[in-house]
């Protein structure tokens, strides 16, 4: 059984920083890519950041370039996403995400177990 559990998330000011994590049990960590995907009130799930089995391949929607950056412990079974100059905008859940595959992709479709997500509020 695969596992995720997100933890970091909570309530900030614009301009404020939060690292979020996410660990994996039950899949070998260390052999797929990983993503972040975030849900606002009343909009669709959307991609946020994605990274391949090695780290040395990284993906951002255009609002996460120059602010958030992701990265893996493989060690540690763990992901991480960091975000720094904060916004309103970006208050939403965050979910991380495994894929059944190495390379990473920006698509929901593509990753196959979820965590149940981390709020994030930005206040303005």
């Known amino acids: 059984q695969v596992q995720l559990v997100e933890s970091g998330g909570g309530l900030v000011q614009a301009g404020g920083s939060l690292r979020l994590s996410c660990t994996t049990s039950g899949r070998t960590f260390s052999r797929y890519a990983m993503g972040w995907f975030r849900q606002a009130p009343g909009k669709d799930r959307e991609f946020v950041a994605a990274?391949?089995?090695?780290?040395?391949?990284?993906l951002y929607t255009d609002s996460a370039k120059g602010r958030f950056t992701i990265s893996r412990d493989n060690a540690k079974n763990t992901v991480y996403l960091q975000m720094n100059s904060l916004k309103p905008e970006d208050t939403a859940v965050y979910y991380c995400?495994?894929?059944?595959?190495?390379?990473?992709?920006?698509?929901?479709?593509?990753?196959?177990?979820w965590g149940p997500g981390t709020q994030v509020t930005v206040s303005s």
């Open positions: 990274i391949n089995w090695s780290g040395h391949t990284t």
């Open positions: 995400a495994s894929s059944p595959v190495a390379g990473a992709s920006v698509y929901g479709r593509d990753y196959d177990y």
